[in-house]
């Protein structure tokens, strides 16, 4: 069964350092998403993406976060300074056309900001 | 931002039990989706909801739309130790179908 999978699984990185993660939507899937979820917290919504532009972004999501489709399989999400706060694990989902699909979900990335 | 109401919190059950965990809202929602989620891995999708009233069972997994469109509940029957993880209801609701809402999650333990 097609799945979303995300790399790399853990980063770590100095904090003010920049950092990219990477994810590979499910193939006919048009929407693309961020959320993070910090250690035993809740599913936090960073962004959603559609037809090359973010579509919805939280408050969490400010102009140290950006998220690019660079070709037709990648979605990334890049933190430019990260903070200790950024530590998280972060996951990719995304979704077919059509009302209310359900998301599908990465296994995420852990980033450690130190 | 919204979010909704998943009870309980925290639920440590016998190997054999059932399981019974419900979400509400104070809104009108259009889809119900429950899922699951393995420590350090992703939420996996369970059951999809899709119309008020809808009943739907995945194994030993049962949820249903509750018919005011304002709650969802999961029951999983004869509990065995993988069951074991975090169990969120999400949806969209009536107003917005690009963005999920998410419950906080009822941690499960199964004492085998």
């Known amino acids: 069964e097609p799945e979303v999978t995300q790399t790399p699984s853990h980063q770590v990185t100095q904090m003010g350092q920049e950092v990219i993660l990477r994810c590979v939507p499910i193939?006919?899937?048009?929407?693309f998403y961020w959320y993070r979820q910090i250690l035993g917290q809740k599913v936090e919504f960073l962004v959603s993406f559609y037809n090359n532009e973010i579509s919805e972004k939280s408050e969490i999501f400010d102009d140290q976060f950006s998220v690019e489709r660079p070709d037709g399989s990648n979605f990334t999400l890049k933190i430019r300074s990260t903070k200790l706060e950024d530590s998280a694990m972060y996951f990719c989902?995304?979704?077919?056309?059509?009302?209310?699909?359900?998301?599908?979900f990465g296994d995420g990335t852990r980033l450690s900001i130190l | 931002g919204q979010q909704l109401n998943q009870s309980p919190q925290s639920m440590f059950i016998q190997e054999g039990e059932d399981v019974s965990m419900n979400c509400t809202s104070s809104?009108?929602?259009?889809?119900w989706l429950w899922y699951k989620q393995d420590p350090g891995e992703g939420p996996v999708l369970l059951i999809a909801l899709y119309k008020a009233g809808e009943l739907t069972s995945n194994g030993r997994l049962t949820a249903q739309f509750g018919i005011t469109r304002k709650d969802s509940f999961l029951n999983i029957s004869a509990s065995i130790p993988s069951d074991v993880g975090i169990y969120f209801c999400?949806?969209?609701?009536?107003?917005?179908?690009?963005?999920?809402?998410w419950g906080l999650g009822t941690s499960l333990a199964v004492n085998p």
């Open positions: 989902a995304s979704r077919k056309q059509g009302l209310e699909q359900p998301q599908h």
């Open positions: 193939s006919n899937h048009l929407y």
């Open positions: 999400a949806g969209y609701n009536a107003g917005n179908n690009r963005k999920l809402i």
């Open positions: 809104s009108i929602f259009n889809t």
